[in-house]
């Protein structure tokens, strides 16, 4: 089946602006999480949805960062005034649930930030 | 606060000979992740670890999980060429509602013929 989607795959973007990065889980899994990679802090937890309880917001490194996740599925990481240290590739991965093993990741998107 | 450590980060070894990659954590917990990552692509998940002596075997790659020691190891056989990759070892930090995943640094794995 579908695995996680994620768009766009590259986003160059020049500093100060905001940018939205979009995450589609598989069908069906409740659990979203948002990672970030990046050379000086490797792969780093941001944001954690299931279901339709309050995220765990504890990974987002500022207030610049957000992340909603409409209707139980798509999610979205919004940056915003952005800055050269936000260059990286964000994952997000999806489970059944919580409580369920495997973490599914997508492709990830490259943020660049000039 | 959850740590993992892994080593080497960097292991260049000939095909056809054998290693072990070390992963080591600092708490609790009772689920330990192995991910692949291939240059420019995502994470494909190799192994999940659920309990202390538990042993998974997929082709020449054989992970184990000893929970008292809190190590995980990552056994290569025979290593080939297709093995070269950067090899993560993941803990859900159970202490945390989300179980997300705390990443070791990675080993970049490079098989030379």
């Known amino acids: 089946g579908a695995g996680v989607s994620q768009s766009p795959s590259n986003k160059v973007t020049e500093k100060g602006k905001d940018v939205e990065l979009r995450c589609d889980p598989i069908?069906?899994?409740?659990?979203l999480y948002w990672y970030r990679q990046s050379l000086g802090q490797g792969l780093e937890f941001l944001i954690y949805f299931q279901g339709n309880s309050a995220p765990d917001k504890s990974g987002l490194p500022s207030d610049r960062f957000s992340a909603e996740r409409t209707g139980g599925s798509v999610s979205t990481l919004t940056i915003q005034r952005t800055q050269q240290e936000d260059s990286a590739v964000y994952l997000c991965?999806?489970?059944?649930?919580?409580?369920?093993?495997?973490?599914?990741f997508g492709p990830g998107t490259r943020l660049t930030v000039t | 606060e959850l740590k993992v450590e892994q080593n080497p980060l960097f292991l260049s070894m000939q095909e056809g000979k054998n290693y072990t990659i070390y992963c080591n954590y600092s708490?609790?917990?009772?689920?330990l992740y192995w991910y692949r990552q291939d240059p420019g692509k995502s994470l494909e998940s190799l192994f999940v670890?659920?309990?202390?002596?538990a042993v998974k075997q997929e082709g020449r790659l054989m992970a184990s999980l000893d929970t008292k020691a809190r190590l995980s190891t990552l056994h290569i056989t025979a290593a080939v060429h297709d093995l070269s990759a950067t090899y993560f070892c993941?803990?859900?930090?159970?202490?945390?509602?989300?179980?997300?995943?705390?990443f070791g640094k990675g080993t970049k794995l490079s098989v030379i013929p």
């Open positions: 069908s069906g899994h409740t659990a």
């Open positions: 708490t609790t917990s009772d689920r």
């Open positions: 993941a803990v859900a930090d159970s202490g945390a509602g989300s179980y997300q995943l705390t």
């Open positions: 991965a999806s489970s059944l649930g919580r409580l369920n093993y495997e973490q599914y």
């Open positions: 670890l659920l309990s202390n002596g």
